[in-house]
């Protein structure tokens, strides 16, 4: 069964098809690659999705629901989480409150909460606190709770952004470059947590640049070139299929 599908999708930028007439779907519970060299739409792709970005048409569907055009706030709510490929974090406050403030838009969740703080609110910040620490300690953080997000390595940030994703408990997981600029043994724990996500039958739709990052990560990848699809499939059979091997000759590699 499919939890996202995507049909006909259209945006352009003054000129630019960013992306060209693109649907896929995504199966539940799966972990899937959108690949393709740099500039190629995926980014977009996410936005479109997300509802940060408007289609000029095409239509997208989540959990049996027409979500095209739904703002990112709804989007959240109804079970998308996702990660930005330049970090957004809160440099100047702690790691846990990151994760805490990463509650905001999930279920029930008031905006105003705090200005009316009763007991049971209180209580709630503790339950919160507890699953935030819960969180930090699922992506190996929980040690640098405390530290300023300011002060964590690149990597560090990495995990960081994936946990405050996390404390919204999504159903999808859109990961917009989440191996990026990792050295060997934190890409190792990224793909773990990826790995244990899904075993708890999350789905995720992961964005990469590089063909070989999305082997034995990916059940399925789909491949994108000037915003159109050249291949979709295992990414095995994709990694030599003669469209894309010609998309990526001649583009530089970040
Ligand atoms: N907000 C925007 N305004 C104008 N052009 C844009 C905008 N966002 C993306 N583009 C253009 O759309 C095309 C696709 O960009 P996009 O960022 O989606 O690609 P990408 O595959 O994510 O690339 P990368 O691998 O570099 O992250 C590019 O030509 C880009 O310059
Ligand atoms: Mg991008």
């Given at each position: 069964m499919a939890i996202l599908r995507v049909e006909n999708l259209f945006k352009e930028f003054d000129g630019i098809k960013a992306v060209d007439g693109l649907s896929f779907e995504v199966e539940s519970g799966s972990i899937c690659g959108l690949v393709g060299p740099n500039g190629s739409g995926k980014t977009t792709v996410f936005n479109l999705i997300c509802g940060y970005l408007k289609p000029d048409k095409g239509r997208i569907n989540f959990r049996d629901r027409e979500i095209t055009n739904l703002s990112p706030d709804k989007n959240a709510r109804l079970g998308l989480g996702r990660t930005f490929q330049n970090i957004r974090l809160?440099?100047?406050?702690?790691v846990l409150d990151n994760v805490m403030l990463?509650?905001?838009?999930?279920?029930?969740?008031?905006?105003?909460?705090a200005l009316f703080q009763t007991k049971s609110m209180k209580e709630e910040e503790r339950e919160k606190r507890a699953k935030a620490e819960e969180i930090l300690r699922f992506v190996g953080l929980i040690d640098k709770?405390?530290?300023?997000?300011?002060?964590?390595?690149h990597g560090q940030r990495k995990l960081l952004e994936l946990a405050r994703v996390l404390a919204l408990d999504p159903k999808l997981f859109l990961l917009?470059?989440?191996?990026?600029?990792?050295?060997p043994e934190t890409k190792r724990k990224m793909l773990d947590l990826m790995r244990k996500l899904k075993e708890k039958g999350r789905t995720i739709l992961f964005v990469e640049h590089d063909m070989n990052s999305v082997m034995g990560v990916a059940e399925k990848v789909i491949v994108l070139n000037y915003g159109k699809k050249i291949a979709e499939g295992k990414p095995e059979e994709v990694k030599n299929n003669e469209k894309v091997i010609s998309a990526y000759l001649g583009k530089r590699k970040v």
């Open positions: 809160f440099p100047q406050i702690s990463g509650f905001k838009y999930s279920k029930g969740e008031r905006f105003f909460a709770r405390n530290k300023l997000a300011e002060n964590l390595s917009d470059e989440p191996f990026a600029g990792l050295f």
